[in-house]
């Protein structure tokens, strides 16, 4: 079991008041490691670093190119432990290893190294746009916004983390980062990096503690500059509330609803394999998850039939063996929580076609069976509600406008997919789906150079991309400057001085 301490201002620490919590592997149920549980006044002392550190200029102040030198350092500091950061991954988060390993810890990796580069290239000179005819210069200038609050959910703690990291550093802001409760492991690990890199005391703060203790000062504290919050809609608001007291800059990443379209014209094998591959990817566990598949109904009876057997036959099992697909859920809440659910959609009257109890076999570990409900009205809780597990709802639609009708009908809008050998066809329909990221032909792409992020209630902001990244984490300054040194070059000359 290890034994780990919170980084602030460039010291390791434990909890000023010694309250520390279990984070447990959800597979065998054990405890994995204890985490200090920060109090209020630890969770200050961290934003008051990060305020110094970022007001003295020392990172701040340094050259684009230093910045991206340091932040390139640690990429290869981070690569040296890339396996074993992604089993640490699979034993806190339940995640099958292969998973873990080869897309979360090297999805993480790709993201530090894109904002390592980043780093560099935006900030290399001002930008000047063009000169008025009366000797002006107006120019743009992108500062560093100044203390960012990072509040990262449980569910994909590495690619999460690194991110809510490496962006606003990369723009020359200091963090205070806060990981969750249940999965803060790996970040924690990344912070020993932090430690052994030329990243200067204060610039990097990690704090481990609850929601309503450390979350709630990061949204809060006057000191702090930005925020922001990936996690749940409830938590969001709340998070949105406590941040507009003092106006601050905020990026919201929050649920989904996603819809996963399939036109009359798929094959519809694919379509089998590609709504569970959608759907039941780390158990269902991720923001965007396109958890509602909508079918046409000249397909419709066969695609039931063939996901409910095909999905009963996905592995379920212990995240450390290569084989498995599907690892535990999170925690014995969150299970209870995707079980509640279950039994909602066998009241609101849909069609429990595959899974729907626990997987027999297992006298330890919080295993769920995939589960697919089929004659789901979009109108049922099922069908409008996160989930956040590996719970498909199946829905027929009659025509592409009906398609997109339903789809459109939610209160989530994060992502949407459409599935025909027609491109042309799926694009037209996906550009009309009102949501920040639609996927052609596929699901779980996640194109570094683009932005990622929500409308409607599934947040606000975009992260990632030259556009996330500039936008969210850099101020935008208007310069202007008269090139005239004399007096009767004024354009008021005329009107204000007399002769
Ligand atoms: P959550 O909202 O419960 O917690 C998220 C973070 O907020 C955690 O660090 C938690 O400790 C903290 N928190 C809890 N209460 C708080 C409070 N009162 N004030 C401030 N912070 C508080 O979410 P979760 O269960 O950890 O994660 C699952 C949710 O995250 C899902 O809704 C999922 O869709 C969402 N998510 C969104 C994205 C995205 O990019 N849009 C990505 C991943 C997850």
């Known amino acids: 079991m290890t034994e780990y301490q919170m980084y602030i201002d460039g010291q390791w620490c434990d909890s000023s008041d010694g309250r520390t919590s279990h984070v447990i592997n959800p597979a065998t149920e054990e405890v994995i490691a204890t985490v200090p549980m920060a109090t209020a006044a630890d969770t200050v002392r961290a934003i008051e670093a990060a305020r110094r550190a970022h007001d003295s200029g020392v990172w701040s102040g340094l050259d684009p190119a230093q910045r991206s030198k340091i932040l390139s350092d640690l990429l290869a500091k981070y690569q040296e432990v890339v396996a074993e950061l992604g089993e640490l991954e699979s034993q806190n988060l339940g995640a099958p290893i292969a998973l873990a390993t080869m897309v979360f810890a090297g999805t993480a990796q790709n993201r530090l190294d894109w904002f390592a580069k980043a780093a560099a290239r935006s900030f290399e000179q001002p930008m000047p746009m063009f000169r008025a005819p009366a000797a002006a210069l107006p120019y743009i200038k992108r500062d560093p916004i100044g203390v960012c609050s990072q509040i990262v959910p449980w569910n994909a703690p590495l690619v999460q983390g690194i991110g809510s990291l490496a962006a606003p550093l990369a723009a020359g802001n200091a963090v205070v980062i806060k990981p969750a409760t249940l999965t803060p492991c790996t970040m924690l690990e990344v912070m020993k990096l932090v430690d052994a890199s030329d990243i200067p005391p204060g610039v990097v703060n990690l704090v481990t503690g609850s ?44 649920g989904g609803k996603s819809a996963n379209i399939f036109l009359d014209d798929v094959d519809i094998d694919l379509a089998v394999d590609a709504a569970m591959w959608g759907c039941f990817f780390n158990a269902g566990q991720i923001c965007y998850t396109p958890s509602r598949a909508l079918v046409h109904e000249s397909m419709y009876d066969e695609f039931v039939e063939k996901i409910a057997a095909k999905t009963g036959r996905i592995r379920v099992g212990d995240p450390a063996a290569f084989d498995t697909q599907m690892g535990p859920l999170v925690s014995e809440a969150h299970r209870a929580t995707v079980e509640k659910y279950i039994a909602i959609g ?3 009257g849909a069609r429990l076609v595959c899974g729907g109890g626990r997987p027999a076999g297992f006298d330890k570990g919080w295993y769920l069976e995939p589960t697919v409900f089929a ?51 799926a694009i037209d329909l996906g550009e009309k789906l009102r949501v920040g990221n639609v996927w052609i032909n596929e699901t779980h792409l996640m194109s570094l150079d683009l932005p990622y992020g929500g409308c409607k209630q599934s947040g606000i902001g975009r992260e990632r991309g030259l556009d996330g990244f500039m936008n969210e984490y850099t101020e935008v300054k208007s310069i202007q400057v008269d090139l005239g040194h004399t007096r009767a070059q004024r354009y008021w000359y005329d009107l204000v001085v007399p002769e």
């Open 375 to 425: 004659d789901v009205d979009n109108s049922m809780r099922i069908a409008r509600e996160e989930i956040f597990g590996p719970v498909l709802c199946v829905i027929k639609y009659s025509s592409d406008e009906d398609a997109l009708a339903i789809a459109n009908d939610s209160d989530f809008g994060l992502m949407g997919a459409v599935w025909s050998p027609n491109v042309e066809r």
């Open 211 to 254: 929601g309503p203790v450390v979350g709630e000062l990061l949204a809060s504290h006057p000191l702090v500059d930005k925020v922001t919050f990936t996690g749940s809609n409830e938590v969001g608001k709340r998070v949105l509330h406590l941040a507009a007291d003092t106006i601050k800059n905020a990026t919201m990443e929050l």
């Open 346 to 348: 066998q009241q609101e």
